[in-house]
């Protein structure tokens, strides 16, 4: 079974695309809000009715029924309102996250925890602190969604199929994110040989900016983070071995150690089976630690 804890928009889509993907013939939400899960969870299963897909979606108030769990999304916490940056959320989130996990690690203590919360890698240092859990089986959210974006303006820019594009966006889920145009290309042929370096600057800029823009023009990100985290859960399911960047606790790699971050990894049955070290320029390595020297600091501020 696959729990998604939260059932806002975020986590109903991470259902909705989790379901039409066939990825467990149970999905579970989960919410403290009266009658929202089970709602949610109503109108999901007669889209899947209609579409015929066998996978029943169930709607909860009670933590005890995501026992047996092998995947758990934590989507709950208060989500960014315009003008707010991730890190606004740091105090008002962790909480709610600590509270979370410690029912996941009484109820489902097996599973691979998929934190989704923001400020993303601090609640991604939260989750896997809290959970006692190894590593392998805490990682984050959020580079998927940012490299999501930076493929569509990649997209936007070339004109060529959005098949054909493969992207890599590293670093912090936020301020400090790094888009790669070095590690991205277009069927193999590297991004910096098809656009002037002035563009690339303005991709990388956009990719960094575009999550506030369309907060501010519909009041939340929804349908990209929800398909990210489902196309996660399928590498796990599906034992894909998919290089994805994902937020996960460094021991050792990039220099850096008890800190969470986000950097790609092979993700298969077992959660993250390989993190892979960049040889990143100067300019690529400030920004990352940019990053890392912002989760550093969130994190120092919270009781764990």
Do not use: C, W
Not at 120 to 142: C, H, I, N, Q, W
Not at 195 to 220: C, S
Request: charged share 25%; no cysteine.
């Amino acid at each position: 079974m696959i729990t998604i804890i939260g059932s806002g928009k975020v986590g109903g889509d991470a259902a909705l695309f989790s379901a039409l993907k066939k990825l467990d013939d149970q999905i579970l939400l989960l919410d403290v809000a009266k009658g929202l899960p089970q709602g949610e969870a109503i109108d999901i299963n007669h889209m899947l009715s209609e579409q015929g897909i066998d996978v029943e979606v169930k709607g909860s108030n009670d933590f005890a029924d995501m026992k047996g769990s092998n995947i758990v999304v934590v989507v709950a916490g208060s989500g960014r309102k315009p003008g707010m940056t991730r890190m606004d959320l740091l105090k008002i989130n962790a909480s709610v996250v600590k509270s979370v996990v410690e029912n996941i690690k009484k109820y489902a203590d097996n599973s691979i925890i998929i934190p989704v919360t923001n400020p993303l890698d601090p609640m991604a240092f939260v989750t896997y602190k809290t959970s006692g859990f190894e590593r392998s089986r805490v990682f984050g959210m959020g580079g998927m969604l940012d490299l999501s974006r930076f493929k569509q303006f990649i997209h936007e820019a070339t004109g060529y199929s959005r098949n054909s594009i493969s992207a890599l966006v590293i670093g912090e889920h936020g301020e400090n994110m790094l888009p790669l145009p070095r590690f991205s290309s277009i069927s193999g042929i590297p991004l910096p040989s098809l656009l002037p370096k002035e563009k690339l600057d303005e991709l990388v800029l956009n990719t960094k900016q575009v999550a506030a823009k369309v907060i501010e023009l519909k009041g939340a990100t929804v349908h990209a983070p929800g398909n990210a985290i489902s196309s996660i859960v399928e590498s796990v399911v599906r034992d894909r071995k998919q290089v994805i960047p994902i937020a996960t606790y460094l021991d050792g790699e990039y220099g850096h150690s008890d800190v969470t971050i986000g950097v790609p990894a092979v993700i298969g049955k077992s959660g993250v089976e390989k993190i892979i070290e960049l040889e990143l320029n100067d300019e690529e390595r400030k920004i990352f630690e940019k990053g890392i020297e912002s989760v550093k600091g969130a994190i120092s501020g919270i009781k764990i």
